[in-house]
T-cell receptor
Framework: KQEVTQIPAALSVPEGENLVLNCSFT??????LQWFRQDPGKGLTSLLL?????REQTSGRLNASLDKSSGRSTLYIAASQPGDSATYLC????????FGKGTRLSVIA | DVKVTQSSRYLVKRTGEKVFLECVQD?????MFWYRQDPGLGLRLIYF???????EKGDIPEGYSVSREKKERFSLILESASTNQTSMYLC?????????????FGPGTRLTVT
């Protein structure tokens, strides 16, 4: 059974830092991997989706990479801002999505 | 932009009541999903549907049922609400065409059962 782990569970950084969030999964036979953002009490917002044939995707200050063979993905956030404070979840698609428990990010001004 | 809407943001119900949570998407997506989210447990899949009148059990279907009579609407039903069903409920949809299956979520319904 697919398991998705996100480490660390919580992270606090000063504004302006570049940071990396980690996601690992146990079964490399995935269809794709999706990163989401969730603000407190709200739904999930899709940030990036990486197909299994791709190595990375970029959107603005965000860059997500995928290494299927090692069962890992990273979400890189450049020049972090207080508005980036949220919980970030990764999910892998076998059928259907399997979610990690998220990393709660706080960016301190 | 894909829009997924849920009928209520907050709902308070009594134990034993029948509860309906409605989800509507406006992008003609084939696939729809219901999750619940609890602290420390993350998102867990309750039911999903790949087409009208089709449904598949997820990881935690006990105590729930679903209905998909129209492509755009997916309803979650709590037949007899219990306090352990107090949770955040999230609906999502995705398309089969294009091959990405990217999931889009609604704003969530915070259900409290007293």
């Amino acid at each position: 059974k697919q398991e998705v782990t996100q480490i660390p569970a919580a992270l606090s950084v000063p504004e302006g830092e570049n940071l990396v969030l980690n996601c690992s999964f146990t079964d490399s036979a995935i269809y794709n991997l999706q990163w989401f953002r969730q603000d407190p009490g709200k739904g999930l917002t899709s940030l990036l989706l990486i197909q299994s044939s791709q190595r990375e995707q970029t959107s603005g200050r965000l860059n997500a990479s995928l290494d299927k063979s090692s069962g890992r993905s990273t979400l890189y956030i450049a020049a972090s801002q207080p508005g980036d404070s949220a919980t970030y979840l990764c999910a892998v698609r076998n059928t259907p999505l399997v979610f990690g428990k998220g990393t709660r990010l706080s960016v301190i001004a | 932009d894909v829009k997924v809407t849920q009928s209520s943001r907050y709902l308070v119900k009594r134990t034993g009541e029948k509860v309906f949570l409605e989800c509507v998407q406006d992008m003609d997506h084939e696939n729809m999903f219901w999750y619940r989210q609890d602290p420390g447990l993350g998102l867990r899949l309750i039911y999903f549907s790949y087409d009208v009148k089709m449904k598949e059990k997820g990881d935690i279907p006990e105590g729930y049922s679903v209905s998909r009579e129209k492509k755009e609407r997916f309803s979650l039903i709590l037949e007899s609400a219990s306090t352990n069903q107090t949770s955040m409920y999230l609906c999502a949809s995705s398309s089969t065409s294009g091959g990405t299956y990217e999931q889009y979520f609604g704003p969530g319904t915070r259900l409290t059962v007293t």
